[in-house]
């Protein structure tokens, strides 16, 4: 199993323009990050969350040229705004909840992709087979409804990830966040966790 992290970066990527913080002005390339996007790799099937505007480079600058779906955590552009570059090269498989598959459907429309797009709708709870791997969709609040997390099942063990999440309970959507889904996957063992970090280093409560 491999797992590449093709951005680990904020919505706007880092460094970000005009900022004077001191990871926005490190010179170790380490800090030099695009925005938020991984893939996973096992037994010939390569998925991928996410596809931001720099989805683009990210395929490049690791040559992917075969991608056998992509997983959607939400419908901000910071997480979609590459796939309509992507659907022109590559019609993959394109998997979100129905809040955020409405959603793109409208620019997909404004690039003439949409009637070829293979959008599959899932839901929280339910699993989805992806060759040796299954995809386990987990609901998670954002300021954006139909956010999800996932857990992926692999030979080599469970790849936990968030997506953008707060712990919200009186959710626009009434909703909550399945913590005790998250709960019982650590209780399980986690062979790796990728989590939303927006505003870790402040103490207390942070929305």
């Known amino acids: ?3 590449t992290f093709l951005g680990t970066g904020t919505s706007q990527g880092v460094p970000v323009i005009g900022c004077r913080c001191k990871v926005c002005t490190s010179a170790d390339r380490r800090d030099n990050r695009l925005r938020t ?3 996973v790799e096992t037994r010939g099937v390569r998925i991928v969350i996410d596809a931001g505007p720099d989805f683009r480079y990210q395929m490049l600058r690791t040559g992917v040229r075969h991608l056998d779906a992509i997983l959607l955590t939400h419908e901000h552009k910071d997480h979609i705004g ?11 498989p394109i998997y ?3 809040m955020t598959l409405g959603l793109i ?3 997909l429309e404004e690039h003439g992709l949409l009637k070829q797009a293979k959008l599959i709708e899932v839901e929280p709870r339910t699993t989805v087979r ?5 995809v386990e969709f987990i609901k998670v609040n954002h300021s954006i409804p139909g956010a999800v997390g996932m857990a992926i ?7 936990v990830h968030t997506g953008d999440f707060k712990v919200d309970f009186s959710p626009i959507d009434d909703e909550i966040i399945d913590l005790a889904r998250f709960g019982e996957l650590g209780s399980r063992g986690v062979l790796a966790l990728m989590a939303d970090s927006t505003n870790a280093e402040r103490t207390g409560f942070t929305c």
């Not at 590459?82 to 993959?92: D, E, F, M, R, T």
């Not at 992806?130 to 299954?134: I, Q, T």
């Open 37 to 39: 996007s991984a893939m």
């Open 82 to 92: 590459g796939l309509a570059y992507l659907l022109k090269k590559i019609n993959v």
């Open 1 to 3: 199993m491999k797992l």
């Open 105 to 107: 459907e409208g620019k």
């Open 153 to 159: 099942h692999t030979p080599a063990g469970i790849i």
């Open 130 to 134: 992806m060759g040796c791997m299954a």
């Open 96 to 98: 979100g909840t129905r």
